[in-house]
Structures are given as C-alpha cells and as structure tokens.
C-alpha cells in the first residue's frame, strides 16, 4: 500500500500563506491549486499541505473553524537532514512574516525549532541523530558517553 499525506490548514489570504510556505523551503503543486485552496509540496509522493481559504475550508464541516492565532489545534512537525536545514527553514519563515514564540529546543540527539504561519498555525521542524532515529534516544546517549 502507498500512503500520502495530507495536512489541510485553513489561511486568510491564500497567496500570503504560498508566499509563507514557498519560502521554507517547499514547492506549489500548480495542477491543485486554484481560487480555493493551493498543494504545497513538503515531501514529492508522501506529503503535502492543503492551504485552504477560510470560507472553502467551513465547507469540509459543520463545526466552526478555530482561530489558530488563538487557540492552538494542531502543531505539525517537518524532520530535515541537518540543524541547518532547521534553522534555515525557520530563518525563511521568519522573513516571509513568520514568528518564533518560543526558544529552540536542543536535546543533543534532536534539535527543534518552532514557527508560526502567517495565521497561527505551528509548524515546528526538527533534526534528529540517526542513531537516536534507528535506535533510540538511550543508544544515542550511550554511544555519546562510550
């Protein structure tokens, strides 16, 4: 079976949030993107998020839409390669009107950082050691103090 994965987040202004989203480092599917919504590549055939206008976005349910400038739903999380890849993809957030509302988190075998989306929405990336992402964070720390 193959799986890919979609994150539909509501936006106010559609082309801010491309603007936003294009500057961290990811790429619009043009072939599902229209008026209503625009395909943001995070990952080509695994991942990718729905930036989807307000009023377009009430349509998928009855409920009301939170406001994630607000309330916090939802934090999504983007592992890359390095902590450059991090603190680059937060340093293109920030200039394209992101925030950063916490200090970045460095554990030693996983470095994070948090942004924020033009709206509010969490987007938080992450670098993991490869051994703490096959074996564990314990075998990272005793590989570390052998």
Not at 5 to 15: G, I, K, Q
Not at 35 to 44: D, G, I, K, L
Not at 53 to 78: H, N
Request: charged share 20%; aromatic share 10%.
């Amino acid at each position: 079976m193959t799986t890919m994965m979609f994150v539909n987040l509501p936006v106010t202004d559609l082309e801010r949030a491309k603007t936003f989203y294009t500057a961290i480092g990811f790429t619009i599917n043009e072939k599902f993107t229209d008026h209503n919504a625009s395909c943001v590549v995070v990952e080509p055939d695994h991942s990718a998020f729905m930036l989807v206008t307000r009023d377009y976005f009430q349509t998928f349910s009855a409920r009301p839409i939170g406001d994630p400038s607000k309330d916090v739903s939802v934090a999504t999380s983007i592992f890359v390669d390095t902590r450059d890849d991090v603190d680059s993809a937060v340093t293109n957030g920030l200039a394209a009107g992101g925030t950063e509302a916490q200090d970045a988190a460095d554990y030693g075998f996983m470095y994070q950082r948090q942004l924020t989306d033009p709206d509010g929405n969490i987007i938080e990336f992450g670098w993991m050691d490869p051994v703490a992402a096959e074996q564990g964070p314990e075998a990272y720390t005793a590989q570390q103090q052998g």
